[in-house]
């Protein structure tokens, strides 16, 4: 009923940039908060950033300063720009959604399938 796709993930050096994009479609009414989430080889997926559907904004501590979230809610997409990139970065980074789809009376999670994000010293 709903995919989120993300993409924008690539090789990139140290301190570079990246922007990474999650576009949700499907029998979608409302979508609700959404974030961003990564892992790393051997560890376990953790939150990087979320954002309501109203805008309001948290950061994982590590990214504070550097990273924006941000949604475009008639796009239904979600954006993370990433700066000052760390080779600590390298993960997998992963969009999900609360999303309200068509017929149901409860807010569901829904995750994309991942970006590969890879930052080289």
């Known amino acids: 009923q709903v995919q989120l796709v993300e993409s924008g993930g690539g090789l990139v050096q140290a301190g570079g940039s990246l922007r990474l994009s999650c576009a949700a479609s499907g029998s979608i009414v409302n979508i609700g908060a959404m974030g961003w989430y990564r892992q790393a080889p051997g560890k376990q997926r953790e939150l990087v950033s979320k954002i309501t559907s109203g805008g309001n904004t948290n950061y994982a501590e590590s990214v504070a300063g550097r990273f924006t979230v941000s949604r475009d809610n008639a796009k239904n997409t979600m954006y993370l720009q990433m700066n000052s990139l760390k080779p600590e970065e390298t993960a997998v980074y992963y969009c999900?959604?609360?999303?309200?789809?068509?017929?149901?009376?409860?807010?569901?999670?829904?995750w994309g399938q991942g970006t590969q994000v890879t930052v080289s010293s």
């Open positions: 999900n959604a609360e999303v309200l789809i068509y017929g149901s009376r409860r807010f569901r999670d829904y």
